[in-house]
């Protein structure tokens, strides 16, 4: 098994097992780096995926297809785009409600006097940063995803030209030092 020293890092995503003394021991330059890894993870496995989707589509014959199966193609095509659009606004939208869910529990336990001191406080905040952060990455991935697909099946160069503006909103969403400092200050004088 993992042991402590796995939940140590803040890659443990089971918040009910860790305790106060692991949420103490988080640093926020090692959760960032955890953090910036699986970003990096995220954004490499669609740019490895748009490479095979680039080979399949541009490496192999042309077939001739059907005009039934074109307009199936079309379909999935526009259907792919609307996932991308949705999946954009989600991208933002999701990952608030979930920190401000895992804020509650922060904010009930303030209140409640169950925190063992500020640096347990700090961990707490550093896992919701985290778990937002992976979200908002994987929403946009699964809708890079899709458009790849769209893209070996339609071969239509508009499903690429989403994937390069999803990967714009992947690198916003990408975890920096000062992005991740003004949430946990935002959060930190919310809370006090």
């Known amino acids: 098994m993992y042991g402590n020293d796995y939940n140590d890092y803040g890659n443990d995503y089971n918040d009910a097992q860790r305790t106060?003394?692991?949420?103490?021991?988080?640093?926020?330059?090692?959760?960032?780096?955890?953090?910036?890894?699986?970003?990096?993870?995220?954004?490499?496995?669609?740019?490895?995926?748009?490479?095979v989707a680039s080979f399949v589509v541009f490496g192999l014959a042309p077939a001739i297809q059907p005009a039934v199966a074109q307009i199936g193609a079309d379909l999935l095509k526009y259907l792919a785009m609307m996932f991308a659009a949705g999946a954009v606004v989600l991208s933002f939208v999701v990952p608030n409600v979930i920190s401000t869910v895992g804020l509650k529990v922060v904010t009930?336990?303030?209140?409640?006097?169950?925190?063992?001191?500020?640096?347990?406080?700090?961990?707490?905040?550093?896992?919701?940063?985290?778990?937002?952060?992976?979200?908002?990455?994987?929403?946009?991935?699964g809708a890079a995803f899709?458009?790849?697909?769209?893209?070996?099946?339609t071969k239509s160069l508009i499903p690429p030209a989403v994937v390069g503006a999803l990967l714009l909103v992947m690198a916003i969403h990408f975890p920096t030092k000062f992005k991740l400092a003004?949430?946990?200050?935002?959060?930190?004088?919310?809370?006090?």
Not at 20 to 46: D, F, T
Not at 111 to 125: H, I, N, V, W, Y
Not at 182 to 188: F, H
């Open 108 to 141: 009930k336990l303030v209140q409640d006097g169950t925190l063992t001191g500020s640096k347990e406080l700090f961990g707490r905040l550093l896992s919701v940063a985290q778990t937002k952060m992976i979200v908002s990455m994987a929403l946009v991935e």
């Open 146 to 153: 899709f458009n790849l697909i769209a893209f070996i099946i």
């Open 20 to 51: 106060p003394s692991q949420y103490a021991a988080m640093e926020p330059g090692k959760v960032l780096r955890v953090m910036q890894i699986i970003a990096g993870a995220l954004i490499a496995g669609v740019l490895l995926f748009a490479g």
């Open 182 to 192: 003004r949430w946990l200050e935002d959060q930190q004088r919310m809370l006090s």
